[in-house]
């Protein structure tokens, strides 16, 4: 991942003494739609077991910043930072204590490096990189008996600090961008542990990797130039998604 980011550094700091270089930000929201691979065992020993895990959708609150170089028509990069809500929901019970689900949540700060390949002119292109997340505020639901009980903590230790990931995906015309992304770590931190309460004890999870598909539009924030600037900004305008 390191070598990954020191590569993509290199490549922006050759590519950007091209004069013809354009340079814009965008903003963007997102709907997510997430599962994640977690396997599950009893506390106290056992072997581990996949637990069902049921799609999560998301819409609030998600929003990114980030600044676009087009070095040609067909090649460029981003990066930026984004703030999302990503988790996972799960049915299984592995510890057999009557719990009907269970969702762990987290807002996260990402800085995401991506690679741009396509026709920027006609507002197409394939993108494929990959981010850091920041996990700063999770909560952790569950029901038993049709109660639902619940926690929250600022950068808790219920979840790893830091969480890798790779991504890929198209954007299309009218500002349509389509992503997939998979995590590179676990979601939860499995060496937490707090009090008697065994659902507090993370170590009965052995996997909690996971991936989501998003929808969103992007906006190039010259769209703002060309409506509120007149006519002068109008020509200037040159739209790059």
Not at 17 to 23: D, E, L
Not at 40 to 60: E, H, K, T, W, Y
Not at 133 to 146: M, P, R, V
Not at 149 to 155: A, D, G, P, V
Request: hydrophobic share 40%; glycine share 8%; proline share 2%.
């Amino acid at each position: 991942m390191r070598k990954f980011i020191v590569s993509i550094a290199l490549l922006i700091a050759a590519l950007s003494i091209n004069a013809q270089t354009q340079v814009y930000t965008v903003t963007s929201g997102e709907m997510i739609f997430s599962w994640a691979d977690v396997e599950q065992a009893p506390l106290g020993g056992g072997a581990m077991d996949n637990v069902s895990s049921i799609p999560r959708f998301s819409a609030f609150f998600h929003v990114g910043q980030y600044v676009h170089l087009d070095f040609t028509d067909a090649l460029g990069l981003y990066s930026g930072l984004a703030i999302r809500n990503i988790g996972f929901i799960t049915e299984d019970d592995a510890l057999d204590l009557g719990v009907e689900k269970e969702k762990h949540r987290s807002y996260t700060l990402g800085l995401p490096v991506a690679l741009k390949l396509g026709s920027f002119r006609n507002h197409f292109y394939v993108f494929g990189g990959a981010e850091y997340e920041l996990l700063f505020h999770y909560k952790y639901k569950y029901w038993i008996d049709g109660d639902k009980h619940k926690t929250s903590e600022w950068f808790s230790n219920r979840t790893n600090r830091f969480v890798p990931s790779v991504f890929a995906g198209v954007q299309f015309p009218r500002g349509l961008n389509l992503k997939f992304k998979y995590y590179l770590d676990d979601f939860l931190n499995n060496d937490f542990k707090k009090g008697d309460n065994p659902l507090n004890d993370y170590s009965r999870y052995g996997k909690t990797q996971m991936f989501y598909i998003s929808l969103s539009w992007q906006f190039d924030t010259r769209d703002f130039n060309k409506i509120w600037g007149g006519e002068g900004a109008e020509r200037i305008y040159d739209a790059r998604i």
